[in-house]
C-alpha cells in the first residue's frame, strides 16, 4: 500500500479515535519527509474541542522532532499518533520521567516505529513523575538517534 495511503488512513483513525478533540490536519509527511498539503474535503478537518469538557490536554508537534516532554508532572496519557517522516525505522519509547532521557533510559513502554509508518497508542498509560516520548536506535534502551528530528506526535493526556 502506498505511503500516503496509510498516512491519510492514519489521520482519519486519529479524528475517529479522537472525535471528541479539535484536531486541525493540514497535511501528511511524504516518504522524502516534506509535507505535502491536503486538499477539497480533507483540509481544515474539524471537530469539537474536547479539552474544555473533559479536562483533557493535548501535546502535538509544530515539526518533525525526536523526543519531548509531554507533561512534566504525573498524569495519564489517553492516547497518541506518531508518524514517522523518515526512511528510518525507530523505536518509540515512553518514559516516565520529567526530562528527556539520557543514554541508556529504560522505557515504560516500547513501540515498533517503520520507516515512513505510523504507530497509534490506543491505551490509557498512568505516569507517576512525567510523560516524556523519544525515538531510539534501539529497543530496550533508548539511544539518541542523533542530530534528526524524524516523528510528528499527537498525545491526548491529562
Known sequence: MPFETDTNQALRRMRRDNEDAQITVVGYIKPDGSVEPLKGDEAGAYVQDIGTTLGTDRYSSSALERRAVV????GVMLGGD????????RFLQLFDRTTVPSAGAVPIAVYHLLANGSVHVARQIQFEQGIVWAISTT?????????VTEVFAMVLFR
Not at 506518531?82 to 525505522?89: A, C, E, P, R, V
Request: aromatic content about 10%; glycine content about 14%.
Open 71 to 74: 507533561k512534566d508532572s504525573n
Open 82 to 89: 506518531f508518524l514517522n517522516g523518515s526512511g528510518n525505522t
Open 139 to 147: 529497543a530496550a534502551t533508548y539511544t539518541d538517534p542523533g542530530a
